[in-house]
């Protein structure tokens, strides 16, 4: 049985680059995929490996996106920096206690992701896009 998506994605979301789009919206995928196994039984396995995907695309966006702030010579990318940092870091913690408490995904971890991602790009990516804005 599929639920109603726990995070929709929203054309306003967007920080005018497609690459940063695109790993945006596959954060939403991921944090839906998760959303999907909450409650279920005998879905540890596939809970760890969302989270890793969750951890390392994460990553991979950041860099992605801290590059191309550099190359736009963007003044926030230290803002940018310290909130991809906190972000790390407490995921980190909240994927812990999920795998402490075996085959229990935790209410928290879910709602730290859906609120940092939507907070983060309306709030902080958002103010990148007249920096980034191809040429
Ligand atoms: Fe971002
Ligand atoms: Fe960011």
Excluded: C
């Excluded at 929709?8 to 967007?14: C, L, N, V």
Aim: proline content about 2%; hydrophobic content about 40%; overall charge negative.
């Amino acid at each position: 049985m599929t639920k109603i998506p726990y995070i929709i994605w929203k054309d306003e979301y967007s920080v005018d680059q497609n690459e940063l789009d695109s790993h945006h919206y596959r954060m939403f995928e991921i944090i839906n995929e998760l959303y999907e196994l909450l409650g279920s039984l005998d879905s540890d396995e596939k809970v760890m490996a969302l989270l890793n995907e969750a951890r390392e695309y994460s990553r991979t966006h950041f860099e992605a996106e801290e590059n191309l702030m550099r190359l736009g010579q963007y003044p926030g990318l230290e803002e940018q920096q310290q909130a991809h940092r906190g972000y790390v870091k407490t995921l980190a913690i909240l994927t812990q206690e999920s795998m402490d408490n075996v085959s229990v995904l935790s209410e928290d971890l879910l709602l730290f992701l859906k609120k940092w991602w939507l907070n983060h790009i309306l709030t902080i990516d958002k103010k990148y896009v007249p920096f980034l804005k191809e040429k």
